[in-house]
């Protein structure tokens, strides 16, 4: 324990040689104290206390007070974190949903190890090792624990299917199961790709590559590259997807803090899409790295952001790890665009107030309307082109604005998704009708022309809906129905299919994906004269 509190303070200077004498002093002395109190509390506190969590309390709370993403991970909890950004995690290769006390399993990873043995979408895991699970309240993290391992290790299941009389055991070798951060990749219409990415991690590039050069070979000139709740992942590979867009040896990024001298970092290499329209999609919960690759198009005047303000996340943190497995991500470094925007939002009035900002940008009508973010003219910078004037206002301020759609908006569509309605009655509906699906629509282009949501499928799911506790309302319903018709068609198709299917039915509905595909007919590009043409 003793090891682990010195290590923790000791780890911005153990990479930090100019620290000076009285600096080192002064933290010796810091740990001196802490380490007394903790010796007072083992020895004579009242009661008996476990000093491992009062020192992860300890180490948390002294985090928090640094800025809201330095952070710390308990060791059981670091593969977890990583997972993502590493690209994948060992398991049994399942994606899953727990229905009424019941794991089902919704579909298989391609390649995974629970497809090679022919385990089914459908299928409801009923033990693991011998233990029932069915029936006994068993939580989400309960399943991973129990199935999640070292690659190379066995677990046992026993499985019902449909239409078999007895439990189905499989005695599956676990392996590594990717994760992917290319949720969805089509071509939007004959000239226009779209591609839509959750995070940047180790195989983005890998995916993104793939991605569009499929989509290259259908005939794609203009790209939709959609960062919507993307929160960004690795500098490294933002960086290295900025340079597939910008030309020559531009200035991607730079970065700096206090024991870290500025380091600018250029597109080096001929890019895959330096040339041709291309947009940007980006909201509230857009971060990061996202931020990192907007505001570097947006200062070159390489193509045009299309939403609203993104997050305002402008730190770098660097991974450490501690003594014992666990791992603190601690902030070195501010990024900046290459105009010198910092986008940083503040953080003084401390990490709860932090997190509820983008709550308070609704409240203030932001979400509506862009005027109602004030500028100082401080944090007014001009591209590096064009001179055309950008914000470093706690976030990418977009090129168009596209306003929160609040016309299809009601409560009953809000208790709809808050009660997980939608995705439990497209996992009931396949899995009741999955043969007759695939029959009907063997492919997903024939299932996104014929398919159709009518009366009788929206009164099974009204039905549905009051039993999962989501009373039926009339008004709500009304206003709503568009989007309720489109995300169970949309959720059918998930479940059939991946999660690719999904965006290219619910897109259509997204007012800044629409304005996306205006802006790519009309003349904006011409307007703000963006590098597009060869």
């Not at 011998?130 to 129990?146: F, L, S």
């Not at 340079?243 to 895959?272: C, H, M, N, Q």
């Not at 470093?392 to 609040?406: E, H, K, Q, R, S």
Request: glycine residues 8%.
């Amino acid at each position: 324990m003793k090891r682990i509190v010195i290590t923790l303070l000791l780890l911005s200077g153990a990479l930090m040689p100019d620290i000076s004498r009285a600096q080192h002093n002064n933290r010796s002395a810091t740990t001196d104290k802490f380490n007394m109190l903790m010796n007072y509390i083992s020895q004579m506190y009242v009661d008996s206390v476990k000093e491992d969590e009062l020192t992860e309390a300890a180490i948390i709370h002294m985090l928090e007070m640094l800025d809201p993403h330095s952070i710390y991970i308990p060791k059981k909890e670091v593969e977890e974190m990583n997972a993502p950004l590493k690209g994948g995690f060992d398991g049994i290769g399942v994606r899953f949903q727990i229905m009424k006390d019941t794991v089902m399993i919704v579909n298989t990873i391609p390649g995974g190890p629970s497809e090679k043995l022919g385990i089914r979408a459908g299928d409801k895991i009923i033990k693991v090792e011998g233990e029932n699970i069915a029936g006994a309240g068993i939580k989400n993290y309960q399943v991973r624990e129990k199935l999640l391992g070292l690659k190379g290790t066995k677990v046992q299941v026993e499985i019902q299917r449909r239409g078999e009389k007895n439990l189905i055991k499989y005695t599956i070798t676990r392996d590594k199961i990717p994760l992917y951060s290319v949720d969805a990749s089509y071509m939007a219409t004959p000239t226009t790709g779209y591609i839509k990415l959750n995070s940047f991690g180790e195989n983005t590039m890998a995916e993104f590559t793939r991605a569009f050069d499929s989509l290259k070979t259908l005939g794609m000139q203009n790209l939709i590259f959609d960062l919507q709740g993307n929160g960004g992942g690795y500098l490294n590979t933002a960086i290295e997807l900025c340079d597939e867009f910008l030309s020559g040896s531009k200035l991607i990024v730079y970065t700096e803090g206090r024991s870290f001298p500025r380091k600018d970092t250029y597109a080096r290499k001929v890019g895959r899409f330096e040339t041709g329209k291309l947009i940007l999609l980006i909201d509230e919960s857009s971060a990061s790295a996202s931020e990192i690759l907007s505001g570097a198009i947006q200062d070159w005047d390489r193509g045009l952001i299309v939403g609203r303000r993104s997050f305002g996340k402008g730190l770098v943190q660097k991974p450490m790890n501690l003594p014992d497995g666990s791992q603190v991500r601690l902030t070195t470094q501010r990024y900046f665009t290459p105009t010198g925007r910092c986008i940083q939002k503040p953080y003084d009035d401390g990490s709860e107030a932090y997190r509820k900002e983008k709550y308070q940008r609704y409240l203030s009508g932001e979400m509506l309307s862009l005027d109602s973010i004030k500028i100082p003219d401080s944090l007014h910078f001009e591209t590096r082109i064009n001179k055309r004037t950008v914000y470093g206002a706690g976030g990418i301020i977009p090129d168009i604005f596209v306003p929160l759609d609040t016309t299809r908006s009601s409560e009953y569509l809000s208790n709809l998704l808050r009660n997980g309605v939608f995705n439990n009655f497209c996992l009931v509906y396949v899995d009741n009708n999955r043969k007759l699906l695939k029959k009907n629509y063997p492919d997903f282009q024939k299932f996104k022309k014929g398919f159709a949501v009518d009366q009788k499928l929206l009164d099974e799911f009204t039905a549905f809906a009051e039993k999962e506790g989501v009373k039926f309302e009339a008004t709500g319903f009304s206003t709503s129905r568009a989007v309720i018709e489109t995300r169970i068609k949309a959720g059918i198709a998930q479940n059939i299919w991946d999660a690719g299917q999904f965006y290219e039915l619910v897109n259509p509905l997204n007012p800044i994906y629409l304005r996306a595909l205006e802006a790519l007919e009309d003349d904006t590009f011409d307007k703000l004269k963006l590098a597009y043409k060869p």
